[in-house]
């Protein structure tokens, strides 16, 4: 691994990320207001932060109906349809978090023809990987693919188009199987093999597979 995009959930943490990929020549950035804010997107803040050019996505932006006390759902769905103009509007792919929402969240980009992005900690069946696929997203992921019991998820790794496939840390989340406390990011490379296993890949032909989708995907990604 040798690049990685930060995310930012509000203002503040976006423009934190972008002073990360600022200073630091392998990181990026994604400008995004998560779900379970307690407070409206900052759109005016994201549209600025997202024209520096080392913005590469808008994100993370969604809806998450885990938890009916945090993020109202009705302004969830305001705030989530207003990233997406934003997103539509930089041309730039959307990041989206999906909790306990997956109908809303599908319903929501198909209002939004046009729209690329990646579908982060990708935890479903695929039958929902075929509908969000059919939609022009990609799927992403974390270490809870390396779990026993996530065979299902190994499945859809394996089914899933080679062009549409991503990697992700979700830290502090997602951590791998046999690996205990706050997710690391070089703990990836866990997550990496259980996929390159289940595609019947290499580490290396899966480092080329992620480095093409990305750069596909997040059109102002410079790689080496
Ligand atoms: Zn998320």
Redesign the pocket.
């Known amino acids: 691994m040798t690049d990685l995009i930060a995310m930012g959930v509000d203002a503040a943490s976006s423009r934190r990320a972008v002073a990360m990929a600022e200073s630091l020549s392998g990181v990026w950035a994604a400008v995004g207001h998560?779900p379970l804010n307690q407070s409206p997107p900052d759109i005016a803040a994201l549209a600025e932060l997202a024209q520096h050019p080392r913005v590469v996505a808008v994100g993370?932006v969604?809806l998450d109906h885990a938890d009916e006390h945090r993020g109202p759902h009705d302004a969830q769905e305001d705030w989530f349809h207003a990233c997406c103009h934003l997103a539509a509007k930089t041309g730039l792919p959307v990041c989206v978090?999906t909790r306990d929402s997956t109908e809303a969240v599908y319903e929501g980009l198909r209002a939004h023809p046009g729209l690329s992005g990646v579908m982060?900690?990708w935890v479903l069946d695929w039958e929902w990987a075929r509908r969000f696929l059919d939609l022009g997203f990609y799927l992403s992921f974390s270490g809870v693919i390396t779990r026993g019991s996530r065979q299902e998820l190994r499945e859809v790794a394996r089914r899933l188009p080679a062009d549409r496939l991503l990697l992700e840390t979700?830290a502090p989340w997602g951590t791998p199987k046999g690996r205990s406390g706050a997710m690391r990011p070089a703990w990836l490379l866990d997550t990496a093999q259980t996929v390159a296993d289940a595609r019947g890949l290499s580490l290396v032909e899966l480092g080329e597979l992620e480095r093409a989708n990305a750069r596909a995907l997040f059109g102002r990604l410079r790689l080496d």
């Open positions: 998560h993370e969604g978090h982060h900690y979700d």
